[in-house]
Protein backbone atom coordinates (compact mmCIF):
# COMPACT_ATOMS: atom_id res chain seq x y z
CA UNK A 1 0.00 0.00 0.00
CA UNK A 2 1.29 3.47 -0.98
CA UNK A 3 2.30 5.37 2.04
CA UNK A 4 0.34 8.55 2.10
CA UNK A 5 1.87 11.67 0.82
CA UNK A 6 0.02 15.14 0.71
CA UNK A 7 1.69 17.98 -1.73
CA UNK A 8 0.38 21.49 -1.46
CA UNK A 9 -1.42 22.26 -4.89
CA UNK A 10 0.44 26.06 -5.71
CA UNK A 11 -0.99 26.25 -8.75
CA UNK A 12 -3.72 24.53 -11.40
CA UNK A 13 -3.86 23.96 -15.38
CA UNK A 14 -6.17 26.62 -16.74
CA UNK A 15 -8.55 24.40 -18.01
CA UNK A 16 -11.53 25.44 -20.28
CA UNK A 17 -14.33 26.91 -17.96
CA UNK A 18 -17.11 24.50 -19.48
CA UNK A 19 -14.75 21.91 -17.45
CA UNK A 20 -12.97 23.46 -14.45
CA UNK A 21 -13.40 27.18 -12.21
CA UNK A 22 -10.37 28.86 -13.27
CA UNK A 23 -10.79 30.34 -9.19
CA UNK A 24 -8.54 28.02 -7.45
CA UNK A 25 -6.46 29.15 -4.30
CA UNK A 26 -3.87 27.38 -2.38
CA UNK A 27 -4.53 24.08 -0.68
CA UNK A 28 -3.03 21.11 0.29
CA UNK A 29 -4.20 17.98 -1.27
CA UNK A 30 -7.91 19.61 -2.73
CA UNK A 31 -8.23 22.31 -5.29
CA UNK A 32 -10.04 24.97 -3.61
CA UNK A 33 -12.32 27.51 -5.16
CA UNK A 34 -13.30 30.80 -4.32
CA UNK A 35 -16.84 29.43 -4.14
CA UNK A 36 -15.92 27.80 -0.72
CA UNK A 37 -14.04 30.96 0.16
CA UNK A 38 -16.24 32.98 -0.50
CA UNK A 39 -18.76 31.16 1.42
CA UNK A 40 -16.57 31.09 4.39
CA UNK A 41 -15.40 34.91 4.38
CA UNK A 42 -19.11 35.70 4.40
CA UNK A 43 -20.16 33.50 7.29
CA UNK A 44 -17.27 34.86 9.05
CA UNK A 45 -17.45 38.77 8.13
CA UNK A 46 -21.58 38.43 9.55
CA UNK A 47 -20.86 36.95 13.01
CA UNK A 48 -22.98 34.46 12.05
CA UNK A 49 -21.49 31.91 14.52
CA UNK A 50 -22.23 29.17 15.55
CA UNK A 51 -24.11 27.93 12.71
CA UNK A 52 -25.60 24.94 11.18
CA UNK A 53 -28.71 24.21 13.55
CA UNK A 54 -30.96 26.22 11.00
CA UNK A 55 -30.95 26.80 7.49
CA UNK A 56 -34.30 28.91 6.07
CA UNK A 57 -35.43 28.10 9.25
CA UNK A 58 -34.69 24.24 8.39
CA UNK A 59 -32.59 22.31 10.60
CA UNK A 60 -30.19 20.58 8.65
CA UNK A 61 -30.14 17.07 9.99
CA UNK A 62 -34.10 16.83 9.38
CA UNK A 63 -33.47 18.24 5.42
CA UNK A 64 -31.21 15.77 4.74
CA UNK A 65 -33.23 12.90 5.80
CA UNK A 66 -33.53 10.11 3.26
CA UNK A 67 -31.13 12.49 1.14
CA UNK A 68 -28.81 9.44 -0.91
CA UNK A 69 -26.49 10.85 -3.16
CA UNK A 70 -25.26 8.51 -5.87
CA UNK A 71 -21.61 7.93 -6.55
CA UNK A 72 -19.91 6.37 -10.02
CA UNK A 73 -17.11 4.81 -9.09
CA UNK A 74 -14.31 3.94 -11.80
CA UNK A 75 -11.55 1.33 -11.33
CA UNK A 76 -8.15 1.71 -13.07
CA UNK A 77 -6.89 -1.40 -15.02
CA UNK A 78 -2.95 -2.06 -15.17
CA UNK A 79 -1.13 -2.36 -18.11
CA UNK A 80 -2.39 -6.02 -18.92
CA UNK A 81 -6.08 -5.02 -18.21
CA UNK A 82 -6.81 -6.49 -14.55
CA UNK A 83 -8.05 -4.17 -12.41
CA UNK A 84 -6.08 -2.62 -9.39
CA UNK A 85 -8.91 -2.58 -7.37
CA UNK A 86 -12.05 -4.84 -6.62
CA UNK A 87 -15.52 -3.97 -7.12
CA UNK A 88 -15.63 -5.43 -3.33
CA UNK A 89 -13.44 -2.98 -2.10
CA UNK A 90 -15.05 -0.13 -3.28
CA UNK A 91 -18.55 -1.06 -2.31
CA UNK A 92 -16.94 -1.84 1.54
CA UNK A 93 -15.87 1.48 1.76
CA UNK A 94 -19.13 3.05 0.86
CA UNK A 95 -20.84 0.81 3.76
CA UNK A 96 -18.07 2.25 5.97
CA UNK A 97 -18.47 5.74 4.76
CA UNK A 98 -22.63 5.54 5.37
CA UNK A 99 -21.87 4.14 9.30
CA UNK A 100 -19.38 7.16 9.49
CA UNK A 101 -22.17 9.86 8.35
CA UNK A 102 -25.30 8.15 10.11
CA UNK A 103 -25.93 10.97 12.35
CA UNK A 104 -26.16 13.03 9.68
CA UNK A 105 -28.29 11.29 7.88
CA UNK A 106 -27.18 11.79 4.68
CA UNK A 107 -25.93 8.66 3.07
CA UNK A 108 -24.09 7.77 -0.35
CA UNK A 109 -24.94 4.85 -2.81
CA UNK A 110 -23.14 3.44 -6.03
CA UNK A 111 -24.86 3.51 -8.88
CA UNK A 112 -21.99 1.83 -11.40
CA UNK A 113 -18.74 1.27 -10.91
CA UNK A 114 -16.96 1.61 -14.35
CA UNK A 115 -13.66 -0.13 -15.60
CA UNK A 116 -10.84 2.03 -16.89
CA UNK A 117 -9.42 -0.37 -19.01
CA UNK A 118 -7.42 2.34 -21.21
CA UNK A 119 -3.94 2.34 -19.22
CA UNK A 120 -2.88 5.59 -20.07
CA UNK A 121 -5.55 6.96 -17.16
CA UNK A 122 -4.26 4.56 -14.91
CA UNK A 123 -1.50 7.16 -14.04
CA UNK A 124 -2.92 11.11 -13.49
CA UNK A 125 -0.29 13.29 -13.71
CA UNK A 126 -1.59 16.74 -13.47
CA UNK A 127 1.47 18.50 -15.06
CA UNK A 128 0.14 17.37 -18.16
CA UNK A 129 -3.77 19.28 -17.88
CA UNK A 130 -4.73 17.29 -20.94
CA UNK A 131 -4.23 13.99 -18.79
CA UNK A 132 -7.10 14.51 -16.00
CA UNK A 133 -8.78 16.65 -18.62
CA UNK A 134 -9.27 13.73 -20.77
CA UNK A 135 -10.36 11.19 -18.32
CA UNK A 136 -13.06 13.96 -16.89
CA UNK A 137 -13.58 13.98 -20.17
CA UNK A 138 -14.54 10.15 -21.34
CA UNK A 139 -15.21 9.28 -17.81
CA UNK A 140 -17.66 11.41 -15.88
CA UNK A 141 -21.50 11.13 -15.00
CA UNK A 142 -23.31 14.11 -14.51
CA UNK A 143 -25.02 14.74 -11.10
CA UNK A 144 -23.33 12.31 -9.18
CA UNK A 145 -19.75 12.02 -7.48
CA UNK A 146 -17.36 10.79 -9.67
CA UNK A 147 -14.82 7.74 -7.76
CA UNK A 148 -11.38 7.85 -9.49
CA UNK A 149 -9.14 4.60 -8.26
CA UNK A 150 -6.21 5.01 -10.23
CA UNK A 151 -2.29 3.45 -10.01
CA UNK A 152 -0.47 6.80 -9.26
CA UNK A 153 -1.14 10.54 -8.84
CA UNK A 154 1.43 12.67 -10.10
CA UNK A 155 2.14 16.76 -9.77
CA UNK A 156 5.29 18.56 -10.82
CA UNK A 157 6.22 20.53 -7.60
CA UNK A 158 8.88 23.57 -8.84
CA UNK A 159 10.28 20.72 -11.14
CA UNK A 160 9.92 17.52 -8.93
CA UNK A 161 7.26 14.81 -10.02
CA UNK A 162 5.99 13.99 -6.88
CA UNK A 163 3.49 11.10 -6.11
CA UNK A 164 0.36 11.95 -4.13
CA UNK A 165 -2.40 9.78 -2.78
CA UNK A 166 -5.81 11.66 -3.62
CA UNK A 167 -7.10 14.77 -5.58
CA UNK A 168 -10.31 16.29 -4.55
CA UNK A 169 -12.31 19.02 -5.94
CA UNK A 170 -14.02 20.93 -3.22
CA UNK A 171 -17.63 22.81 -3.30
CA UNK A 172 -17.83 25.22 -6.46
CA UNK A 173 -20.36 26.95 -8.66
CA UNK A 174 -19.89 24.73 -11.61
CA UNK A 175 -21.84 21.36 -11.83
CA UNK A 176 -18.91 19.73 -13.91
CA UNK A 177 -16.15 19.22 -11.16
CA UNK A 178 -17.65 16.72 -8.40
CA UNK A 179 -14.50 14.24 -8.54
CA UNK A 180 -12.22 12.59 -6.40
CA UNK A 181 -9.47 10.99 -7.36
CA UNK A 182 -7.69 8.09 -5.18
CA UNK A 183 -4.24 6.54 -5.78
CA UNK A 184 -4.72 4.19 -2.32
CA UNK A 185 -7.40 1.93 -0.30
CA UNK A 186 -6.80 3.47 2.54
CA UNK A 187 -10.32 3.90 4.11
CA UNK A 188 -8.78 6.94 6.57
CA UNK A 189 -7.77 9.12 3.15
CA UNK A 190 -11.09 7.81 1.49
CA UNK A 191 -12.28 9.93 4.35
CA UNK A 192 -10.20 12.45 4.30
CA UNK A 193 -11.08 12.81 0.86
CA UNK A 194 -15.16 13.19 0.87
CA UNK A 195 -14.26 15.59 4.33
CA UNK A 196 -12.59 17.78 1.56
CA UNK A 197 -15.32 17.23 -1.10
CA UNK A 198 -18.03 18.40 1.47
CA UNK A 199 -16.23 21.38 2.21
CA UNK A 200 -13.66 20.46 5.40
CA UNK A 201 -10.29 21.73 5.82
CA UNK A 202 -7.43 20.32 7.96
CA UNK A 203 -7.42 20.28 11.43
CA UNK A 204 -3.68 22.26 11.02
CA UNK A 205 -5.12 24.69 8.26
CA UNK A 206 -3.39 28.38 9.06
CA UNK A 207 -2.92 29.36 5.53
CA UNK A 208 -6.30 30.69 4.87
CA UNK A 209 -7.97 32.28 7.67
CA UNK A 210 -4.48 32.58 10.00
CA UNK A 211 -3.39 29.56 12.71
CA UNK A 212 -5.81 28.69 15.28
CA UNK A 213 -4.09 29.23 18.91
CA UNK A 214 -4.88 26.34 21.27
CA UNK A 215 -7.40 28.34 23.54
CA UNK A 216 -9.24 28.54 21.04
CA UNK A 217 -10.79 31.70 21.35
CA UNK A 218 -10.74 32.40 18.01
CA UNK A 219 -12.05 29.38 16.71
CA UNK A 220 -14.95 30.39 14.46
CA UNK A 221 -12.52 32.41 12.52
CA UNK A 222 -9.51 30.82 12.49
CA UNK A 223 -8.14 27.48 11.33
CA UNK A 224 -10.08 25.12 10.53
CA UNK A 225 -13.24 27.34 11.24
CA UNK A 226 -14.67 24.28 13.60
CA UNK A 227 -14.07 24.56 17.67
CA UNK A 228 -14.52 21.14 18.32
CA UNK A 229 -11.16 20.33 16.90
CA UNK A 230 -8.48 21.04 19.09
CA UNK A 231 -5.96 23.57 17.60
CA UNK A 232 -3.02 21.22 16.12
CA UNK A 233 0.53 21.88 14.06
CA UNK A 234 1.24 19.96 10.92
CA UNK A 235 1.54 16.65 12.39
CA UNK A 236 2.61 14.70 9.43
CA UNK A 237 5.86 16.92 9.40
CA UNK A 238 7.28 16.89 12.76
CA UNK A 239 6.20 12.97 12.75
CA UNK A 240 4.47 13.70 16.12
CA UNK A 241 1.98 10.56 16.29
CA UNK A 242 3.28 7.16 16.41
CA UNK A 243 1.76 4.10 14.77
CA UNK A 244 0.45 3.57 18.36
CA UNK A 245 -1.62 6.41 18.05
CA UNK A 246 0.13 8.50 21.02
CA UNK A 247 1.25 11.85 20.31
CA UNK A 248 4.79 13.52 21.55
CA UNK A 249 4.61 17.38 22.02
CA UNK A 250 8.20 17.70 20.64
CA UNK A 251 10.14 17.32 17.63
CA UNK A 252 11.67 13.59 17.68
CA UNK A 253 13.72 13.97 14.36
CA UNK A 254 17.32 14.37 15.60
CA UNK A 255 18.22 15.81 12.09
CA UNK A 256 16.31 18.62 12.88
CA UNK A 257 18.20 21.34 14.24
CA UNK A 258 15.02 22.18 17.08
CA UNK A 259 15.04 18.80 18.18
CA UNK A 260 13.60 18.08 21.42
CA UNK A 261 11.69 21.36 21.47
CA UNK A 262 8.87 21.49 22.60
CA UNK A 263 5.74 21.91 19.44
CA UNK A 264 3.97 25.18 21.00
CA UNK A 265 1.45 27.99 19.18
CA UNK A 266 2.08 31.25 18.72
CA UNK A 267 1.54 32.46 21.99
CA UNK A 268 3.42 29.48 23.82
CA UNK A 269 1.03 27.16 24.33
CA UNK A 270 1.87 23.44 23.98
CA UNK A 271 -0.50 21.77 21.40
CA UNK A 272 -2.97 19.34 22.56
CA UNK A 273 -4.35 17.72 19.30
CA UNK A 274 -6.99 14.99 18.37
CA UNK A 275 -5.18 12.04 17.03
CA UNK A 276 -8.17 10.30 15.82
CA UNK A 277 -9.71 12.97 13.27
CA UNK A 278 -10.34 11.84 9.39
CA UNK A 279 -8.92 15.44 8.37
CA UNK A 280 -5.62 15.08 10.54
CA UNK A 281 -2.13 13.81 9.75
CA UNK A 282 -1.86 10.96 11.66
CA UNK A 283 -1.32 7.32 10.59
CA UNK A 284 -4.38 5.56 9.05
CA UNK A 285 -5.24 3.52 11.73
CA UNK A 286 -5.85 5.85 14.19
CA UNK A 287 -8.41 8.23 12.38
CA UNK A 288 -11.90 7.15 13.14
CA UNK A 289 -14.01 10.11 13.02
CA UNK A 290 -15.36 13.72 12.16
CA UNK A 291 -15.76 16.01 15.06
CA UNK A 292 -20.14 16.43 15.47
CA UNK A 293 -19.22 20.19 14.22
CA UNK A 294 -17.29 18.91 11.12
CA UNK A 295 -20.58 16.69 10.67
CA UNK A 296 -23.02 19.63 10.81
CA UNK A 297 -20.41 21.62 8.56
CA UNK A 298 -20.71 19.07 5.46
CA UNK A 299 -24.40 18.91 6.00
CA UNK A 300 -24.42 22.64 5.95
CA UNK A 301 -22.25 22.20 2.48
CA UNK A 302 -24.55 20.09 1.09
CA UNK A 303 -27.09 22.46 1.81
CA UNK A 304 -25.84 25.48 -0.10
CA UNK A 305 -23.81 23.88 -3.18
CA UNK A 306 -24.57 20.33 -4.01
CA UNK A 307 -28.28 19.65 -3.74
CA UNK A 308 -28.51 19.05 -7.37
CA UNK A 309 -26.69 16.20 -6.94
CA UNK A 310 -29.22 13.00 -7.43
Same mark, same amino acid.
Not at 130 to 145: A, C, G, H, R, V
Not at 165 to 177: E, W
Given at each position: ????????????????????????????????????????????????????????????????????L?????? *?????G???????? #??????????????????????? #??????????????? &????????????Y? =?????????????????? &??????????????????????????????????????????????????????? =???????????????? *????????????? &??E? !????????????????????????V? !????????? =???? *??????????R?????????????
Amino acid at each position: MRIRTYITVFYFCLFSATAFSQSLFTEFDVLATEALKSFDSYKIASGNVPEFKEVNGVRVYDYLVGRQLEVTAYI *AADSVGELLYSEEL #VYAMLEALNKTFEKTYLSFTICN #VVPIYDFSYANINTA &DCSNLEFLLKDYYM =PNTINLYFLKSIQRDVEG &DIKQVSNLVMQPDTLKDNDFILLADSDYHLFAHSFGHFLGLYHCHESALWGTEVV =PRTACFTSGDLICDTP *AEPFLEDYGLVSA &DCEY !SSMKLNKKDPNYKKMIKDEDGNIYVP !SVTNFMSFV =PGEC *AILYSPEQLYRMAKVYYEFYTYLK
